[in-house]
């Protein structure tokens, strides 16, 4: 069987840009809004529709801090992020293997 | 999707993985510097007391630790506002050595000076010390020649714990220069291809 159903696959991180936000947050526990655009390659814009689409699926946390007395977003996989990302990379593997 | 889809996927997660970590890659400078303030503070007293030369250690030291947790102290401020990437080893690495620093001061200045600890074992005790932080480091950094380190560390500080005397302070700096300064002085030149390729 080469053909998978892709319907398996998590909508949310199928895609890119969040694919690849979720991929720097495995790497580092924290990130900025600055590092992750940087690292993605992406817009403000795009990636803060993108951010807010994986926080109102509870894959990552949003916290504000202050550093220096300025405000920073600083972003963190939740437990639910980690498992979407795990589930999906098996998925592929297993489609690999077969 | 198919196989090739799935197998760019994982190359894709791969790269992005790779690249983010190659951002937080250790610098060394913790190591240069407090390793180059050791050795230069072992080396003066060395001399101080082959020379025969008056010196308040005491205070003398106290400066020359003061220089190196103010650096300590402006360098973690630094990470903290330039380089919000934080992971989990790089806490735990932080924290080994933060502990190592603060048990190696106690002992400095408060186990000397109160007696309890003997001046002549001071350096095999803090060998003991370097030696487990290093080995906690080496297992984090992943790099193998790194986990020898505290091998060198301990078998330093048998030495000196079975052989006292002012020899030890020469013992000490040297083998801090090539188990400290010289690891540290690897990690930069590590860190520093690191950034020209992510200018690149």
Redesign the interface.
Same mark, same amino acid.
């Given at each position: 069987m +080469? *053909? @998978?159903d892709?319907q398996n &696959?998590d909508d949310l991180i199928h895609s890119?840009i969040r &694919?690849?936000i979720i +991929?720097?947050l !495995?790497? !580092?526990? !924290?990130? =900025?809004f600055? @590092?992750l655009k940087e #690292? !993605?390659n992406a817009t403000d814009g795009n990636l803060s529709v993108h951010l807010k689409k994986l926080e109102e699926a509870n894959y990552i946390s949003v916290k504000k801090e202050f550093? =220096?007395r300025k405000p #920073?977003t600083?972003y963190t996989l939740t437990k639910t992020g980690i498992k979407a990302f795990e589930v999906y990379?098996a998925q &592929? *593997?297993k &489609?690999?293997k #077969? | 999707m198919n196989e090739k889809m799935a197998i760019d996927e994982l190359q894709f997660i791969k790269k992005i993985i790779e690249d983010s970590k190659s951002a937080i890659v250790y610098n060394g400078k913790d190591y240069i510097v407090w390793g180059t303030l050791v050795t230069f503070g072992l080396l003066l007293d060395y001399s101080a007391y082959v020379f025969k030369l008056n010196i308040n250690f005491i205070l003398f030291w106290a400066v020359i630790i003061g220089i190196g947790w103010i650096f300590s102290f402006f360098s973690y401020r630094k990470r903290k506002i330039e380089y919000t990437p934080k992971t989990f080893s790089g806490k735990i690495l932080g924290g080994v050595w933060l502990a190592a620093g603060t048990a190696m001061t106690i002992v400095g200045f408060i186990g000397i000076p109160s007696g309890a600890v003997p001046g002549q074992a001071v350096s095999a005790v803090m060998s003991v010390f370097l030696g487990m932080a290093f080995m906690v480091s080496g297992f984090i950094h992943n790099e193998t020649w790194m986990k020898f380190l505290p091998i060198g560390w301990w078998i330093g500080a048998v030495y000196m714990f079975y052989f006292p005397g002012i020899h030890t302070v020469f013992v000490m700096a040297l083998m801090l220069f090539c188990f400290q300064v010289i690891p540290g002085t690897y990690f930069y030149q590590k860190y520093k291809k690191e950034i020209e390729k992510n200018h690149e």
């Open positions: +080469s *053909e @998978f892709y &696959l890119r &694919l690849a +991929s720097v !495995v790497a !580092v526990e !924290v990130a =900025d600055n @590092f #690292k !993605v550093i =220096d #920073k600083v990379v &592929l *593997e &489609l690999i #077969k | -």
